[in-house]
């Protein structure tokens, strides 16, 4: 008996087979997949055949091996029960198989992919939001209606929706993460292009006369108060919401008498190391080491009241589905603004990018990509003259 992954013609394109010989009889059983281009097929390596020049290249190696385990259980199968496992009989077996194919709704899918990960509840949020949109896109929409026509039909359907670009990008994201998921589980749908918009990304922050406006600020309510404190302990520390709420008397320490927040990050479980501003330290000690407690959901709301309350309201040049629009930092502002605010912080006082993402459990990617400005040329002909005169 063999079993070998084969092209089915010399040239490009072409698609990928297994090729399956037992007792002199052999026959061919299709992986679905096709290669447009001969550089980005690997003939050495059967578990990834497809290289990483494919853009898509994780989801067809996923079908190649998906493919490979189908025919093995079938022939695994035949054998329990002392058939022998002739090539037509198998493949007969696998179009049975496939004549009742895994079928479900991929709002109903995307509820088995979210009981079967454990992911923090702001993400969950994401898979949730993008549910919504598909049954509102098409209720009755099934894993096998998905191909290219959708993907690009269901983009135009979210900007109509009026969603930002971001948005979009994200569900999208979320989406392909899911489909990527499913393919493993043996779910077929027919999308080889995963196009995406291109993301805005919006570099904006508090400034320190900023933050002194919201210090000097005295709230009007106990919420008011909660959020204050909530948003300049987060400016200080760059900590997303989710690891905020984690900050406890056993997470700091104090070396040379500075306070030390360390703990691991939510989302990526990477090791944090934040020394505490002064006046962080004074509220997190005012609340038992502790950040007051808050409704993450009204979160945002509040923190957009509470600027515009304090006087913050510099107007802003925002990027919106590839236009600029003029406005005041209190309609935008939210909590992930908060991290960028504490980040920049650190980046506009001498941190290098490296030291930053080592505080923050960033990646320094993300730092450089979210956080880093641009130099301006000015700004880089001056260092010139500086340096070199």
Same mark, same amino acid.
């Given at each position: 008996?063999?079993?070998?992954?084969?092209?089915?013609?010399? %040239?490009?394109?072409?698609?990928?087979? &297994?090729? #399956?010989?037992?007792?002199?009889?052999?026959?061919?059983?299709?992986?679905?997949?096709?290669?447009? =281009?001969?550089?980005?097929?690997?003939?050495?390596?059967?578990?990834?055949?497809? %290289?990483?020049?494919?853009?898509?290249?994780?989801?067809?190696?996923?079908?190649?091996?998906?493919?490979?385990?189908?025919?093995?259980?079938?022939?695994?199968?035949?054998?329990?029960?002392?058939?022998?496992?002739?090539?037509?009989?198998? %493949? =007969?077996?696998?179009?049975?198989?496939?004549?009742?194919?895994? =079928?479900?709704?991929?709002?109903?899918?995307?509820?088995?992919?979210?009981?079967?990960?454990?992911?923090?509840?702001?993400?969950?949020?994401?898979?949730?939001?993008?549910? %919504?949109?598909?049954?509102?896109?098409?209720?009755?929409?099934?894993?096998?209606?998905?191909?290219?026509? *959708?993907?690009?039909?269901?983009?135009?359907?979210? *900007?109509?929706?009026?969603?930002?670009?971001?948005?979009?990008?994200?569900?999208?994201?979320?989406?392909?993460?899911?489909?990527?998921?499913?393919?493993?589980?043996?779910?077929?749908?027919?999308?080889?292009?995963?196009?995406?918009?291109?993301?805005?990304?919006? =570099?904006?922050?508090?400034?320190?006369?900023?933050?002194?406006?919201?210090?000097? &600020?005295?709230?009007?309510?106990?919420?008011?108060?909660?959020?204050?404190?909530?948003?300049?302990?987060?400016?200080?520390?760059?900590?997303? +919401?989710?690891?905020?709420?984690?900050?406890?008397?056993?997470?700091?320490?104090?070396?040379?008498?500075? #306070?030390?927040?360390?703990?691991?990050?939510?989302?990526?479980?990477?090791?944090?190391?934040?020394?505490?501003?002064?006046?962080?330290?004074?509220?997190?000690?005012?609340?038992?080491?502790?950040?007051?407690? +808050?409704?993450?959901?009204?979160?945002?709301?509040? +923190?957009?009241?509470?600027?515009?309350?304090?006087?913050?309201?510099?107007?802003?040049?925002?990027?919106?589905?590839?236009?600029?629009?003029?406005?005041?930092? #209190?309609?935008?502002?939210?909590?992930?603004?908060?991290?960028?605010?504490?980040?920049?912080?650190?980046?506009?006082? $001498?941190?290098?990018?490296?030291?930053?993402? $080592?505080?923050?459990?960033?990646?320094?990617?993300?730092?450089?990509?979210?956080?880093?400005?641009?130099?301006?040329?000015?700004? +880089?002909?001056?260092?010139?003259?500086?340096?070199? $005169?």
């Amino acid at each position: 008996m063999s079993l070998k992954l084969e092209k089915s013609r010399s %040239k490009a394109p072409f698609y990928l087979n &297994y090729s #399956y010989a037992y007792k002199n009889e052999r026959t061919r059983i299709s992986t679905g997949v096709k290669i447009e =281009n001969i550089r980005n097929f690997n003939e050495f390596d059967s578990n990834n055949p497809i %290289k990483k020049s494919d853009k898509d290249h994780k989801r067809k190696n996923q079908l190649v091996n998906v493919t490979y385990n189908k025919i093995h259980k079938v022939i695994r199968d035949f054998e329990l029960n002392d058939l022998e496992p002739y090539p037509e009989l198998v %493949k =007969n077996k696998l179009s049975v198989n496939r004549l009742t194919p895994k =079928n479900k709704k991929i709002s109903e899918l995307i509820d088995d992919y979210l009981s079967k990960k454990q992911l923090a509840d702001s993400t969950k949020r994401n898979f949730i939001h993008l549910k %919504k949109n598909l049954i509102d896109y098409n209720p009755t929409l099934r894993i096998n209606d998905l191909n290219n026509l *959708f993907w690009d039909d269901f983009s135009n359907y979210l *900007f109509q929706k009026k969603l930002a670009n971001n948005t979009v990008n994200l569900r999208l994201t979320k989406l392909k993460t899911v489909l990527d998921q499913l393919s493993s589980w043996g779910y077929e749908h027919s999308i080889t292009s995963f196009k995406k918009p291109k993301e805005e990304i919006n =570099n904006f922050y508090l400034d320190m006369n900023e933050i002194q406006k919201i210090r000097n &600020y005295t709230p009007t309510s106990e919420s008011e108060k909660k959020t204050k404190e909530a948003l300049l302990i987060q400016c200080y520390t760059a900590y997303r +919401i989710g690891d905020l709420k984690k900050i406890s008397y056993q997470n700091v320490t104090k070396k040379d008498g500075t #306070y030390i927040i360390k703990m691991s990050a939510q989302k990526n479980m990477k090791n944090t190391y934040i020394p505490l501003h002064k006046s962080a330290a004074n509220l997190l000690k005012k609340n038992n080491w502790s950040v007051p407690k +808050i409704l993450e959901q009204k979160y945002n709301k509040n +923190i957009k009241k509470l600027l515009k309350n304090a006087g913050v309201d510099r107007m802003l040049q925002i990027k919106r589905n590839r236009q600029l629009i003029a406005k005041p930092i #209190y309609e935008v502002f939210s909590s992930h603004d908060c991290v960028k605010t504490g980040i920049s912080y650190y980046l506009n006082n $001498g941190f290098s990018p490296a030291e930053v993402a $080592g505080m923050t459990g960033k990646n320094i990617d993300t730092i450089m990509k979210y956080y880093y400005p641009n130099a301006s040329q000015s700004d +880089i002909l001056l260092k010139h003259k500086k340096i070199f $005169g």
